[in-house]
Every structure is written in structure tokens, then in C-alpha cells.
């Protein structure tokens, strides 16, 4: 089995930054494409950024320019560092991995429990 821990979500005021981490760990052969979703109070779960093992990327409109994701695939670890947050950035942040635990085994989908991001003044 495969476990995502992510951390580094809290309390920031708008216009500030912050950086989220998520770590995979269990057994695992190797690691596909890592993302964060987001969802919002009320709202369905979306697609906030992705990255392939190779570093290519993918960003929602409502955060391109402001978000970067990143990875340190010697740690299956990806990042997500956020700049001028706004209100509208408050969500419960979930990381998403693609993971195999043995070289024949297929790629499996896995979530984390999700680190809370609060925007206020």
C-alpha cells in the first residue's frame, strides 16, 4: 500500500504565500504523475496541478501564474508553493499520486487525507 501525507496548509492572509508538501511512502516501485486537487466549502473537487515524473505540468486558469508545482522524485515528494492567494483559494487541498508497488503491478490512484488552506484577513 502507498500513503500520501501532505502538510504545510493553514491560516494566510490575502496576497500571501504558502507551500504545501506531500510526501508518498509504503512500498513503492515508482511513482507516475503527481497533483493537488482542491475543494472548495460547497463546491466539487478540482484539479488545481499536476506533474509527470519527467516535469511536465499542467495548471487550473484560476491559479496559472501564481502556483508552482514541483517534485523530488529521489523522495516522491511533490510541492505545491503558492503566492498571492486570494479568498477564492480556500479549499481543502488533496495531493494525488500514481504509484505501482511492484515492476508488473499497474498503476494505482492514490489520495491524501487533505491539509486545509484558509485565505482571510
Known amino acids: 500500500q502507498v500513503q500520501l501525507v501532505e502538510s504545510g496548509g493553514g491560516l494566510v492572509q490575502p496576497g500571501g504565500s504558502l507551500i504545501l508538501s506531500c510526501a508518498a511512502s509504503?512500498?513503492?516501485?515508482?511513482?507516475?504523475?503527481m497533483g493537488w486537487f482542491r475543494q472548495p466549502p460547497g463546491k466539487q473537487r478540482e484539479l488545481v496541478a499536476q506533474i509527470t515524473e519527467i516535469g511536465h505540468t499542467i495548471y487550473a486558469d484560476p491559479v496559472k501564474g501564481r502556483f508552482t508545482i514541483s517534485r523530488d522524485n529521489a523522495k516522491n515528494t511533490v510541492y505545491l508553493q503558492m503566492n498571492s492567494l486570494k479568498s477564492e483559494d480556500t479549499a481543502v487541498y488533496l495531493c494525488n499520486a500514481e504509484a505501482k508497488w511492484v515492476v508488473s503491478s499497474p498503476y494505482t490512484n492514490y489520495w491524501g487525507q487533505g491539509t486545509q488552506v484558509t485565505v482571510s484577513s
Open positions: 509504503g512500498t513503492i516501485f515508482s511513482v507516475g504523475a
